[in-house]
């Protein structure tokens, strides 16, 4: 394969720039395996966050050309052969050091999320759910935290509404819960609200760069926007909840949890 | 990139289209622009013509081919060349009070209902979103009015509404199943002819795109929590897992199923007009055209 040309971004929240660096490619290397070679032969302080090496810790999370991806699972052929390989920190979050971001924004913001509360128990002692039920949420559970949803969803990159909406991955944790057959925390209000379901304008770029695939906007974001519609917009809808009282045993939650600056 | 584009940290450039991408992502929302231009033009221009949207036989007996673009036809002007015949329209001839500045075609009156469907479907929000809104253009590309974005917060509302367009989707979508079945008669004789054939497919292909609804999904079943809650799987469980599998498929659909609605009026247009030839089992005269 031979030698490649990277262009690497290095600096600090100050600011930074482009180095250029030239390293050996051999057959079955990753991204990352590049950016360690590097580290190795010609840049010992370059900093970059990597765990697992499996696509599996979310932590290597960044640009390659242009694009969100794991660096440990973006395999060099995979990429243009011509050009420099452009590799940069993810835009969404604050730059600590060269690859590495600062991505505390999405632990505050987790708090928020009023946590699984189920059911009372049946009379056996036992909590029961079906298969079936399970699998629908089980989708999300994938999730392993890469943040490269956050990264590429235009509200949070471009537009900085961090304050405003929650982001792509914190939606499928609501949706993991509220679809939840065990849980009775009504989050619905939550969701239009602190969450703000509606800044998302389901242009699907979180679903198509989700390295675990899930389907982000189609099982996630969505499903809740037309839970908002029954809660808050939909006349008729609510016109019967008024008339007829509303079945679901779900519950505002009882404590306003997390803090309200989500700025990170 | 000039000298004075903001860069931020990170190395990513501040302005309209600013990414580090290399591939073509603007062929995606350029065609999107394109299939949306086409359709838009040749969906008025059908409908200003207000002609030539019904083959039948000369008798105006049971059956014949209606183009969807005019279905149902609600009311009609019998002097227009390929006219559907007085029985057809629901409320008969164009009263006297119509204001002579809207356009006398029965597409005119109906219209709105499937464009406001499509305009608030989910899949064509994401597509004009991005293509016509550049919010944003392509994914990881920036688009306009940095900062300025509201969503769907405040102008674009309205779109939580999608559901009442669904209903009366669903509405069309037997109509146009009548139609389709109506097209396998002629003159009150069972048959079949090209027409038909494409009258059925149009029929099915706005079917799937209702059925892969994302409000359709929701509301037969995807509302609910518990699927099996006693260990049983409930009916609008099947439903769901029904719509999901359209689901899946609605962005394909959405595109076949509008290129299929502007070629069925085409195709109707073009054997009304007789410069298309219907093969069919009923012969050349059972397929003259009303008010040729
Ligand atoms: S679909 Fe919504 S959450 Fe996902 S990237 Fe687009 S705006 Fe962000
Ligand atoms: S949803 Fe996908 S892209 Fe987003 S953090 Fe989880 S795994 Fe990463
Ligand atoms: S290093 Fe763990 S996902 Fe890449
Ligand atoms: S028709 Fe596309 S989502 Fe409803």
Redesign the interface.
């Known amino acids: 394969m031979g030698k490649r040309s990277f262009k690497i971004w290095r600096g600090n929240a100050e600011g930074g720039e482009f180095h250029t660096y030239e390293t050996e490619i051999t057959e079955g290397m990753v991204v990352l395996d590049a950016i360690h070679q590097i580290q190795a032969e010609s840049a010992n302080d370059l900093a970059v966050r990597w765990n697992c090496k499996a696509g599996k810790c979310g932590s290597c999370g960044c640009e390659v050309n242009g694009k969100p991806k794991l660096s440990c699972m973006t395999r060099m052929n995979s990429l243009p052969e011509e050009g420099d390989v452009v590799i940069q920190p993810i835009k969404t979050f604050p730059v600590i050091k060269d690859l590495v971001c600062d991505v505390s924004y999405n632990y505050v913001r987790n708090k928020q999320i009023p946590p699984f509360a189920p059911r009372e128990r049946e009379a056996d002692g036992t909590h029961r759910m079906e298969q079936r039920d399970v699998d629908r949420i089980q989708e999300f559970r994938k999730c392993i935290e890469c943040f490269l949803c956050m990264d590429v969803c235009h509200v949070l990159r471009d537009h900085e509404k961090k304050d405003d909406f929650v982001g792509p991955r914190w939606m499928i944790r609501l949706a993991s819960l509220e679809m939840h057959p065990l849980d009775i925390v009504d989050r619905i209000p939550l969701i239009r609200e602190k969450f703000g379901s509606g800044w998302c304008n389901i242009t699907r770029c979180c679903t198509e760069v989700c390295p675990e695939h899930i389907n982000i906007t189609d099982n996630g974001i969505i499903p809740l926007k037309e839970r908002v519609v029954d809660r808050f917009y939909d006349p008729i809808a609510m016109l019967k909840r008024k008339l007829f009282g509303d079945k679901s045993n779900k519950r505002l939650p009882v404590v306003e949890v997390g803090d309200s600056s989500a700025s990170g | 990139m000039s000298s004075s584009d903001t860069v931020?940290?990170?190395?990513?450039v501040v302005g309209l289209g600013e990414?580090?991408?290399?591939?073509k992502w603007w062929v995606g929302p350029l065609l999107t622009v394109s299939f949306i231009g086409v359709a838009i033009g040749y969906g008025t221009i059908a409908m200003l013509m207000g002609n030539h949207y019904w083959v039948g036989a000369e008798g105006h007996g049971f059956g014949g081919y209606l183009s969807p673009l005019y279905s149902p036809v609600l009311m009609f002007d019998a002097s227009a060349a390929g006219a559907a015949p007085a029985s057809h329209a629901w409320f008969g001839a164009f009263p006297e009070w119509y204001p002579s500045l809207l356009p006398k075609s029965p597409a005119f009156l109906i219209l709105l209902f499937p464009g406001a469907f499509r305009f608030t479907c989910?899949y064509y929000?994401?597509a004009y979103?991005?293509s016509f809104g550049f919010?944003?253009p392509g994914?990881?590309v920036?688009?306009v009015r940095?900062?300025?974005?509201?969503?769907?917060?405040k102008l674009?509302?309205f779109q939580?509404?999608?559901?009442y367009a669904m209903y009366f989707a669903v509405i069309f979508n037997i109509i146009l199943t009548y139609d389709a079945v109506m097209s396998f008669f002629r003159d009150g004789a069972l048959g079949i002819g090209v027409g038909s054939v494409v009258l059925t497919i149009n029929a099915t292909l706005l079917a799937f795109y209702t059925f892969g609804c994302?409000?359709f999904?929701?509301?037969i079943g995807?509302?609910a929590?518990?699927?099996?809650?006693d260990?049983k799987?409930t009916l609008s469980?099947k439903a769901w897992s029904f719509g999901t599998f359209f689901?899946?498929r609605h962005m394909q659909i959405a595109w076949v199923s509008l290129a299929w609605v502007m070629f069925t009026d085409l195709y109707v247009r073009m054997v009304s007009m007789g410069i298309w030839t219907d093969f069919n089992t009923w012969g050349e005269a059972a397929t003259k055209t009303v008010g040729l």
């Open positions: 931020l940290p990170g190395g990513h990414t580090r991408r290399p591939d989910y929000r994401k979103y991005r919010a944003p994914c990881a920036e688009g940095r900062g300025k974005y509201e969503g769907e917060t674009f509302l939580n509404l999608h559901r994302h409000s999904r929701h509301l995807g509302r929590n518990c699927f099996t809650c260990g799987e469980s689901n899946q």
